[in-house]
């Protein structure tokens, strides 16, 4: 074999390689990013004081509350980073649709970082003394933290799965039954957060619950694939070659 044609079939396997290389980073760290995005989840048991009728004017150490709203930053500031790994290999399907699910996403976040600021307002109220004056201020916080939650934690999640679930469809990175999961998911997340909207069942209620739950387990089982599978070779090669 010719020294040219040795140097051509080295090039040849750089760049089959280098595409391979890019697109299993990125499902990595999307995945890792998706994983983190359910830090959050201890922050029901961590508010449970700082959400009390009387908080305010009781005694004790703040840091549940605290600790809650770190771990609530945590996940705004994944949920962005998922978005945004994903938007150079997703934007080959529809850059139009990717930039949506960006957009989704720092909508989301700011919306996180809204409730949390509602939150540790009690928690300064409380630690400069306001008393028994500033117990209206608080619950109205409390209360616009639920109402932030909603959209927060049950609208616009419902929105990033259907476009996220569709891109994935159509682009087949991961198995299309998985994709499916997002895409029939987030209709039915949709209807629990009218239903809780609508004072039909409660945030709390089994009911909210199950309406959350393959959100949940189609976020879960996309992070644990992208970290131990990955995409689609053959898929991932397709879109990240079509520069």
Do not use: C
């Amino acid at each position: 074999m010719s020294i040219s044609k040795e140097v051509k079939l080295e090039n040849t396997d750089r760049q089959a390689a280098t595409p391979m290389a890019s697109h299993r980073k990125i499902s990595l760290t999307a995945g890792l990013l998706y994983l983190l995005t359910f830090v959050s989840i201890p922050t029901l048991a961590l508010y449970g004081q700082v959400k009390s009728a009387n908080y305010i004017i009781g005694a004790g150490p703040d840091t549940a509350a605290m600790l809650g709203g770190i771990l609530e930053v945590i996940v705004a500031l994944a949920g962005i980073g998922t978005a945004v790994v994903l938007f150079p290999v997703l934007k080959k399907q529809n850059e139009g649709l990717a930039l949506g699910l960006v957009a989704s996403r720092v909508l989301e976040a700011s919306a996180i970082f809204l409730g949390v600021a509602f939150l540790l307002s009690i928690v300064t109220l409380r630690q400069a003394g306001a008393g028994a004056d500033a117990l209206v201020t608080s619950n109205v916080l409390v209360t616009l933290y639920d109402r932030i939650f909603l959209l927060s934690q049950s609208f616009l999640p419902a929105v990033n799965d259907l476009l996220l679930g569709f891109l994935l469809y159509r682009s087949r990175l991961v198995p299309r039954a998985l994709s499916l999961i997002g895409i029939v998911g987030a209709p039915i997340l949709v209807v629990g957060f009218l239903a809780v909207m609508f004072g039909l069942i409660g945030r709390l209620d089994p009911l909210a619950g199950l309406s959350a739950l393959p959100v949940f387990l189609f976020e879960l089982s996309l992070g644990i694939w992208l970290i131990v599978k990955g995409f689609n070779p053959s898929a991932a090669n397709e879109l990240l070659g079509a520069e």
